[in-house]
């Protein structure tokens, strides 16, 4: 039988998570520093868990990887933004600035429903 051992040369490597570098939406900003959630619409607990898969994330590429929220890239003037699924009519809005943090992140109904 193989025993595993510890390799004490090895280094530690430092793991980047994804980083939320600016929200738009006062009450989303608000839960997202407090935790409270006057202001949201929408599903508190499924904004907490979002926010939650968002900054375990170690890459924009592990969003996409089930549960996903609905993670899709917007289309026609909003080419270049992404949402992800909180409600029927509620997305969590975003883009990416040069460096993959997430930016100018927003709670909205874009359906206009």
């Given at each position: 039988m193989r025993r595993?051992?510890l390799?004490n040369s090895a280094?530690?490597?430092?793991?980047?998570?994804?980083?939320i570098?600016?929200i738009?939406h006062?009450?989303?900003?608000?839960f997202?520093e407090?935790?409270?959630?006057k202001?949201?619409?929408?599903d508190?607990?499924?904004?907490?868990?979002?926010?939650?898969?968002?900054?375990?994330?170690?890459s924009?590429?592990?969003?996409?990887?089930p549960?996903?929220?609905g993670?899709?890239?917007?289309?026609?003037?909003r080419?270049?933004?992404w949402?992800?699924?909180?409600?029927?009519?509620?997305r969590?809005t975003?883009g990416?600035?040069?460096e993959g943090?997430?930016?100018d992140m927003d709670?909205e109904?874009?359906h206009?429903?």
């Amino acid at each position: 039988m193989r025993r595993a051992t510890l390799d004490n040369s090895a280094t530690l490597r430092y793991i980047r998570t994804m980083e939320i570098e600016s929200i738009r939406h006062k009450g989303l900003r608000r839960f997202f520093e407090t935790g409270n959630a006057k202001g949201l619409v929408g599903d508190a607990g499924r904004l907490r868990k979002m926010l939650a898969f968002i900054d375990a994330a170690e890459s924009f590429e592990e969003l996409s990887v089930p549960p996903n929220f609905g993670l899709h890239e917007l289309t026609g003037d909003r080419k270049g933004n992404w949402s992800m699924t909180v409600t029927r009519n509620w997305r969590m809005t975003f883009g990416l600035n040069d460096e993959g943090a997430l930016i100018d992140m927003d709670l909205e109904d874009y359906h206009g429903a």
